[in-house]
Each structure stands twice: as structure tokens, then as C-alpha cells.
């Protein structure tokens, strides 16, 4: 049982690119989502599910893609990387939208 | 806006002492949950309160909830340096399905 899983661990863009953060659980969650945290702004949420077939968008959704066509997998896609988007990115999953969150290890991106 | 205030920002204690956090929301609380992040990891569950006056303990680590001031505390006694780590309080929507946080508590244990 791996619980929350992210990959890669540490990613660096160049302005403009683009690239996919993925995530996937093992237990069988029906709620997950993205945050970023940033320094002094705390965890914000980009993007969230709570089925597959079923996305919505959190608090700071620009420039953030996501779908969900499996119930273990959540990526999380920037189009056009910015160095605003520079941060480090949780995956959570819970059983459902209310209760106790599982964090995946998070990705830490920068963009130059 | 923050929906979820954590004071004190940082904290830094001498090994032994107690400490108390606390998490206050401008929104009715329906559910709040306490989490542990060691720098460079993710988030660890510690414990969850829903009801108005609940109170939890694990090891060392009490959590009251007080539904009349929409607030939360997280008190540590004797505290440890494995205690360091910033602390997290979040909250259970009330309508929609976004659960949000505070902007965290950083603790610091001076042995």
C-alpha cells in the first residue's frame, strides 16, 4: 500500500514549456485534489475531484489542467510554465469530500 | 481573503516547554483537522475535531475545537525536537467541495 504517490520529485522549466505532474493512490479515494504552497500564502487549491469523470476548480485554477479518467490517477498539466507557477505541489486523496486527507511527498518546480 | 488565521506564525521553544497554537476562522467550523509538515514533506494527519467543546489528545499533542469562537487550539506539552515542523489546521467545507487551510505555524525545539 503506497498511499499518495507524485512524480518527479523536483522539476526545473524553462518559461513556456510544458509539462504533466502526476499523481495516483491506491486506496481506492474518490476525492483528490492539487494545492501549491508558497511561502506565507499556505496551502492554496488548483484543482480537485471527486470522481473520476468529475473535476472542478479550486482557488488559483489559471494555467493549471487537470482530468480524471481513473480513480487512482490525478495529473496535474501546465501548458505554458511560468515563473509564477514556481512552487511545490501536494496530491491529497480522501474517501470523500469531507474528512481526513492523505498528502502525497510533493513535486517542487522551477521555472526560469 | 483567509479564511483560516494561524497565530502564532512561528515559534520557537526551549526543549521541555509548552506551547499553544491556535487556528481561528471567519467562517461557522464543520469539521477541523490538524496537520504535522516536516520541512521538504508532505502533510501528516494528526487529528480531527467536529464537535463544539471536542477535545483529542495523541501522545503529547491536545486539539480543542471551540464552535463558539470558530477557533481551534493545538497545545503541546513538554515539547520535544521531534515536535519541530510547521503545523496546519484546515477545514471541512460547508457547502461546495473545497477544503481550504490556514497559512501553517512553524515551530522550532531548542534542545
Known amino acids: 500500500n503506497a498511499g499518495v504517490t507524485q512524480t518527479p520529485k523536483f522539476q526545473v522549466l524553462k518559461t513556456g514549456q510544458s509539462m504533466t505532474l502526476q499523481c495516483a493512490q491506491d486506496?481506492?479515494?474518490?476525492?483528490m485534489s492539487w494545492y501549491r504552497q508558497d511561502p506565507g500564502m499556505g496551502l492554496r487549491l488548483i484543482h480537485y475531484?471527486?470522481?473520476?469523470?468529475?473535476?472542478d476548480q479550486g482557488e488559483v485554477p489559471n494555467g493549471y489542467n487537470v482530468s480524471r479518467s481513473t480513480t487512482e490517477d490525478f495529473p496535474l498539466r501546465l501548458l505554458s510554465a511560468a515563473p509564477s507557477q514556481t512552487s511545490v505541489y501536494f496530491c491529497?486523496?480522501?474517501?470523500?469530500?469531507?474528512?481526513?486527507?492523505?498528502f502525497g511527498p510533493g513535486t517542487r518546480l522551477l521555472v526560469l | 481573503s483567509q479564511e483560516l488565521e494561524q497565530s502564532p506564525q512561528s515559534l520557537i521553544v526551549q526543549e521541555g516547554k509548552n506551547l499553544t497554537i491556535n487556528c481561528t476562522s471567519s467562517k461557522t467550523l464543520y469539521g477541523l483537522y490538524w496537520y504535522k509538515q516536516k520541512y521538504g514533506e508532505g502533510l501528516i494527519f494528526l487529528m480531527m475535531?467536529?464537535?463544539?467543546?471536542e477535545e483529542k489528545s495523541h501522545e503529547k499533542i491536545t486539539a480543542k475545537l471551540d464552535e463558539k469562537k470558530q477557533q481551534s487550539s493545538l497545545h503541546i506539552t513538554a515539547s520535544q525536537p521531534s515536535h519541530a515542523g510547521t503545523y496546519l489546521c484546515?477545514?471541512?467545507?460547508?457547502?461546495?467541495?473545497?477544503?481550504?487551510f490556514g497559512t501553517g505555524t512553524s515551530l522550532t525545539v531548542i534542545p
Open positions: 475531484s471527486v470522481g473520476a469523470g468529475i473535476t
Open positions: 484546515g477545514a471541512d467545507p460547508n457547502t461546495g467541495n473545497q477544503f481550504y
Open positions: 475535531l467536529q464537535k463544539g467543546g
Open positions: 491529497a486523496s480522501s474517501p470523500g469530500w469531507t474528512g481526513t486527507q492523505y
Open positions: 486506496m481506492n479515494h474518490e476525492y
